[in-house]
């Protein structure tokens, strides 16, 4: 039988897997870094009923002890990943924390809590006007109007605002319609468009994905990272663990690629290493956890 090294996917790059070398010569000081939809749970028209993958808890219980820490890091609201994540009521987690709103949030599952700013005063204003320029763009005709715009639009606790086009008779067609009014809507208000997985995402500027990453490794002085998203999002923590690699920490970019949207091509070129959706994230968790282990 190999050693555990030998039996964790390997990653295609040699960037890739000279950042693994390094992971797990000292896991100890590593910090694996995660996305939430798409990652830990997979993706479903309704964001609320995107629960982890059932092995997350499990395969984090075992590796997060071994590790510096765990970081989840999402466009939603931190309570709302760490409900859908079964995080709160799992035992050995007490180094997991969860940034929400790509860092304006941070629960901490050592102490249960969570710390947030007050939120941008732009969202709520934008948040207002969805509705009427939803009804206007004619997207949502084929179903009640009210009813189908209410599920179209997700508030993320006053912090961002999505607009999901998956249940649009043409969920491409209609994300390519709303790209304009929503980027114009945006700018009035003056916060940005992150556009996803047949979603546009109205936030803050300044924040995303790599801000919080970079933020997050430097203040625990992480020796490595390792990194694995799904989407558009996820663009910017690549971009940020790149980054360090060029400062020389060693890092690891992760796809996971169950579904196939826009960034998911462009994330898959970008990886170190793909994996087959949450079911593979839980996959190399796991490997990672043998690997790691005295």
């Known amino acids: 039988m190999g050693s555990p090294e030998n039996l964790l996917a390997q990653p295609m790059t040699e960037a890739g897997r000279a950042g693994l070398a390094g992971f797990l010569a000292r896991p100890a000081d590593a910090v694996v870094a995660l996305d939430f939809d798409g990652t830990l749970a997979g993706i479903v028209p309704d964001p609320e009923q995107a629960r982890a993958h059932p092995g997350v808890v499990q395969a984090l219980t075992r590796l997060a002890p071994l590790l510096r820490a765990v970081v989840v890091i999402t466009g939603r609201p931190a309570e709302t990943a760490v409900r859908l994540g079964g995080f709160a009521e799992a035992d050995g987690l007490d180094r997991l924390v969860v940034l929400g709103h790509y860092g304006a949030e941070r629960w901490e599952a050592a102490t249960g809590r969570i710390e947030a700013p007050a939120p941008p005063p732009g ?12 009804a206007d763009s004619g997207a949502w005709q084929d179903g009640p109007a009210d009813a189908a715009i209410e599920a179209a639009i997700e508030t993320k606790g006053g912090r ?37 997985r047949f979603v546009l995402e ?15 490794v430097r203040e625990v002085a992480a020796g490595a990272v390792l990194y694995a998203g799904d989407d558009l999002g996820d663009l910017a923590a690549y971009a940020a663990v790149d980054a360090l690699r060029a400062e020389g920490l060693p890092g690891v ?6 579904t196939v949207g826009e960034g998911a091509e462009e994330l898959a070129d970008r990886a170190d290493l793909v994996v087959p959706g ?5 996959e190399l968790l796991t490997g990672l956890a043998e690997a790691a282990a005295p």
């Open 123 to 134: 969202v709520a204003a934008a948040t207002a006007e969805l509705p009427g320029l939803l």
């Open 253 to 258: 970019l992760v796809c996971s690629s169950a």
């Open 160 to 196: 961002a605002v999505a607009v999901h086009t998956r249940r649009t008779a043409d969920p491409q067609g209609t994300f390519e319609a709303l790209r304009a009014p929503l980027a114009a809507l945006a700018e009035r208000h003056g916060l940005i468009v992150e556009p996803g």
């Open 202 to 216: 109205l936030r803050p500027p300044g924040v995303d994905k790599g801000v919080a990453l970079t933020s997050y």
């Open 278 to 282: 949450p079911q593979g994230v839980v």
